[in-house]
T-cell receptor, first 110, second 114 residues
Framework: DTAVSQTPKYLVTQMGNDKSIKCEQN?????MYWYKQDSKKFLKIMFS???????INETVPNRFSPKSPDKAHLNLHINSLELGDSAVYFC?????????FGSGTRLTVV | AQSVTQLGSHVSVSEGALVLLRCNYS??????LFWYVQYPNQGLQLLLK??????LVKGINGFEAEFKKSETSFHLTKPSAHMSDAAEYFC????????????FGQGTELSVKP
């Protein structure tokens, strides 16, 4: 059983499209995150939810909208995709400073 | 605000040689510190973490790190490099004043020569 699972693993789409990435964790953690890894491999937090409540929103464009239907799920919807959105997006969950990452979603905007 | 700096974006060692990856942190409170490894096209795997217990932390795959408050450092070491250690390594600090988010360093790519 994968602890933090993301779908899809790869996503290729055209500029202007809207896409979603899904994340589910089966660890019972209260907090979930979205991180973006750019082409230089730099990892930066985008959002964090604790028990379905948004607690971190790090100056991310409004085109990005996270949604947490329950504490086991955190989805990321992206509107009007731009070339600069191409990156690897990681979902993670945590409890008491134990962090578990998903395997990532490689988004390519063409 | 908390931050981490990894010295050296690329480190190259010979197989069997000592691995030393450097990480310095900035924190106004006792930090929780982490090292992660990322193999090509894979996710992040936890190597080890420091949570204010023993200052010498042992992790997986023979890696260890020592927390030195006086030097604000948390360097990662391994006595003898294997070819399979070639990967990207990230140092991170947990900012528990801001929802416990992890703040990552820039990463260090480790190459191992035969």
């Amino acid at each position: 059983d994968t602890a933090v699972s993301q779908t899809p693993k790869y996503l290729v789409t055209q500029m202007g499209n809207d896409k979603s990435i899904k994340c589910e964790q089966n660890l019972g953690h209260d907090t979930m995150y979205w991180y973006k890894q750019d082409s230089k491999k730099f990892l930066k937090i985008m959002f964090s939810y604790n028990n379905k409540e948004l607690i971190i929103n790090e100056t991310v464009p409004n085109r990005f909208s996270p949604k947490s239907p329950d504490k086991a799920h955190l989805n990321l919807h992206i509107n009007s995709l731009e070339l600069g959105d191409s990156a690897v997006y990681f979902c993670a969950s945590s409890q008491s400073y134990g962090y578990t990452f998903g395997s990532g979603t490689r988004l390519t905007v063409v | 605000a908390q931050s981490v700096t990894q010295l050296g974006s690329h480190v190259s060692v010979s197989e069997g040689a000592l691995v030393l990856l450097r990480c310095n942190y900035s924190s106004s409170v006792p930090p929780y510190l982490f090292w992660y490894v990322q193999y090509p096209n894979q996710g992040l795997q936890l190597l080890l973490k420091y949570t204010s217990a023993a200052t010498l932390v042992k992790g997986i795959n023979g890696f260890e790190a020592e927390f030195k408050k006086s030097e604000t450092s948390f360097h990662l070491t391994k006595p003898s490099a294997h070819m399979s250690d070639a990967a990207e390594y990230f140092c991170a600090v947990s900012d528990y004043n801001q929802g416990g988010k992890l703040i990552f360093g820039q990463g260090t790519e480790l190459s191992v020569k035969p």
